[in-house]
């Protein structure tokens, strides 16, 4: 499957060159065009029109793996010492790639425009900005979704709360005196 050759296959912070060809590859074969943005070769934003003029949307998966040594013994095993996908991107990446596939079915049925955005180094936290910043596609979009494989949510179900949610890649700095 996508999600287990991604599993395989962990790549670290803007560093996702192979995973951006891999699905590449996977868009190509739905017709569905995309870019590359930026300088380094990893990220991808695809396009589908719909039908019918309308509001934008993205949908968003993350790419990067962890710098984390896989340590489960399973046929999709990381193939990178100390680099596995531990925090479920390989199933977001997955995840979205079946979402392109189904709206591509329905593009006759879509008001709008649909942005597949497969964001690089969310881990280090500075993908988003970095994909933001390429490129006008950002501006020409009104929602953006992403979601989260999350362990603790029965299967076949799905958790939606509005505003933000699950942990963030920030930084902050705590100065105790006294």
């Given at each position: 499957?996508?999600?287990?050759?991604?599993?395989?296959?962990?790549?670290?912070?803007?560093?996702e060159q192979w995973t951006t060809k891999q699905i590449g590859g996977e868009?190509?074969?739905?017709?569905?065009?995309?870019?590359?943005?930026?300088?380094?070769?990893?990220?991808?934003?695809?396009?589908?029109?719909?039908?019918?003029?309308?509001?934008?949307?993205?949908?968003?998966?993350?790419?990067?793996?962890?710098?984390?040594?896989?340590?489960?013994?399973?046929?999709?095993?990381?193939?990178?010492?100390?680099?596995?996908?531990?925090?479920?991107?390989?199933?977001?990446?997955?995840?979205?790639?079946?979402?392109?596939?189904?709206?591509?079915?329905?593009?006759?049925?879509?008001?709008?425009?649909?942005?597949?955005?497969?964001?690089?180094?969310?881990?280090?936290?500075?993908?988003?900005?970095?994909?933001?910043?390429?490129?006008?596609?950002?501006?020409?979009?009104?929602?953006?979704?992403?979601?989260?494989?999350?362990?603790?949510?029965?299967?076949?179900?799905?958790?939606?709360?509005?505003?933000?949610?699950?942990?963030?890649?920030?930084?902050?700095?705590?100065?105790?005196?006294?």
């Amino acid at each position: 499957s996508e999600r287990q050759e991604f599993h395989a296959h962990p790549e670290l912070a803007f560093e996702e060159q192979w995973t951006t060809k891999q699905i590449g590859g996977e868009l190509e074969q739905m017709g569905i065009p995309y870019t590359i943005p930026g300088d380094r070769n990893t990220g991808i934003v695809a396009v589908l029109k719909g039908a019918e003029p309308g509001r934008g949307v993205a949908l968003r998966a993350d790419m990067d793996g962890l710098p984390v040594q896989e340590e489960n013994e399973i046929a999709c095993q990381s193939r990178q010492a100390g680099r596995m996908h531990a925090c479920g991107h390989d199933g977001h990446m997955a995840v979205l790639l079946g979402a392109a596939h189904m709206l591509t079915e329905l593009r006759d049925e879509i008001c709008g425009t649909v942005y597949f955005v497969f964001q690089p180094a969310e881990e280090c936290g500075q993908g988003a900005r970095y994909l933001m910043e390429q490129g006008d596609w950002f501006s020409r979009v009104d929602n953006v979704f992403g979601g989260h494989l999350w362990m603790a949510a029965p299967a076949g179900k799905v958790s939606v709360e509005a505003g933000p949610r699950m942990a963030a890649g920030d930084c902050f700095r705590i100065v105790v005196e006294g």
